[in-house]
């Protein structure tokens, strides 16, 4: 009986071990071939019968006090047992739970960003998400698809949503973004088309730039912004009552930084006077170089 016994654990362990093997090789349930790896190596004889003499040994101590031999192996035997079906199945969930969960058939290529619809979002809760809800008419796993979208297009926080009431245009506004973006969106929550200050983001629901290639951050703004004072102030007749409005910055794709506004200060006779102004940086490391500038019209650099 022994020896059947031994020759069908010998073919169901080699059996789990083979089975083990097409497993290991896919990443997907690398751990399910782990876990058939190791009740297969368990299962050999050998193996088997180390395990079962080691736990023998170990779970005499709970059965002392019995006074039948055969009620101590009995019982050992039932320990034995209950242990290594307890450990095995601990194993097994575990492994099940930290299984990846299965992945879109679309998965992302390239610059791709549309997703199934389908597909439960991690931003479905974030507070810019149920703002995207509300003005779209989204879900919030489409709305959440929507924002995940921008933030891989350098959006942050938003601020304001306008629907444009005609298609499925709308005007973005977005903390530390200066020009509202224009975002086409399907009902699936699906971006096709993303444009910042007349500059191609996403096209055809595939991403070709970020809206970071055209924006400053806000230290560099604050610098570039008190720069552009100081300079039109030189050619003013009373800088001292200048007053800046409308001032903002655009960025093209060749990375010329454009500063424009208006301001206000007085002429000769003591009356203040409107111009509007323009100048184009060029950015080295953070040290910008004026390329040209015009005041009222009027080239000065």
């Given at each position: 009986m022994k020896k059947f016994l031994d020759v069908c654990l010998w073919i169901i362990g080699l059996f789990f071990l083979l089975c083990s093997l097409g497993l290991l090789l896919s990443p997907e349930v690398r751990g399910m071939g782990i876990f058939f790896t190791?009740?297969?190596?368990?299962?050999?004889?050998?193996?088997?019968?180390k395990i079962n003499n080691k736990l023998h040994t170990f779970f005499t101590v709970f059965n002392k006090n019995s006074n039948s031999e055969n009620t101590n192996l009995v019982l050992i035997k039932a320990l034995i047992g209950i242990f290594k079906f307890t450990v095995f199945s601990i194993l097994f969930i575990g492994i099940i739970i930290s299984m990846p969960e299965p992945q879109n058939i679309n998965t992302t290529i390239d610059n791709t960003v549309t997703t199934k619809s389908s597909t439960k979002s991690k931003y479905r809760n974030n507070k810019n998400a149920k703002?995207?809800?509300?003005?779209?008419?989204?879900?919030?796993?489409?709305?959440?698809?929507?924002?995940?979208?921008?933030?891989?297009?350098?959006?942050?926080?938003?601020?304001n949503i306008e629907d444009q009431?005609?298609?499925?245009?709308?005007?973005?506004e977005a903390f530390g973004i200066p020009v509202k973006l224009i975002a086409y969106i399907d009902k699936e929550g699906n971006i096709t088309e993303l444009h910042y200050d007349m500059k191609d983001i996403i096209v055809e629901s595939k991403r070709v730039a970020k809206i970071t290639d055209y924006i400053l951050n806000s230290n560099d703004w604050a610098k570039l912004e008190v720069q552009s004072q100081i300079y039109i102030e030189k050619f003013l007749n009373a800088p001292k009552t200048a007053k800046y409005r409308n001032m903002n910055y655009s960025i093209d794709e060749n990375k010329v930084i454009r500063v424009f506004g208006i301001v206000e200060a007085q002429n000769l006779?003591?009356?203040?006077?409107?111009?509007?102004?323009?100048?184009?940086?060029?950015?080295?490391?953070?040290?910008?170089?004026?390329?040209?500038?015009?005041?009222?019209?009027k080239k000065i650099y």
């Open positions: 190791l009740l297969g190596i368990t299962l050999l004889p050998p193996l088997r019968n703002l995207i809800a509300n003005v779209t008419g989204l879900d919030k796993d489409q709305a959440g698809k929507v924002y995940e979208t921008l933030v891989s297009c350098g959006v942050g926080n938003i601020t009431e005609y298609g499925d245009v709308y005007y973005i006779f003591g009356v203040p006077l409107e111009n509007s102004f323009e100048i184009e940086y060029t950015n080295n490391n953070g040290n910008f170089s004026i390329k040209n500038a015009i005041l009222a019209d």
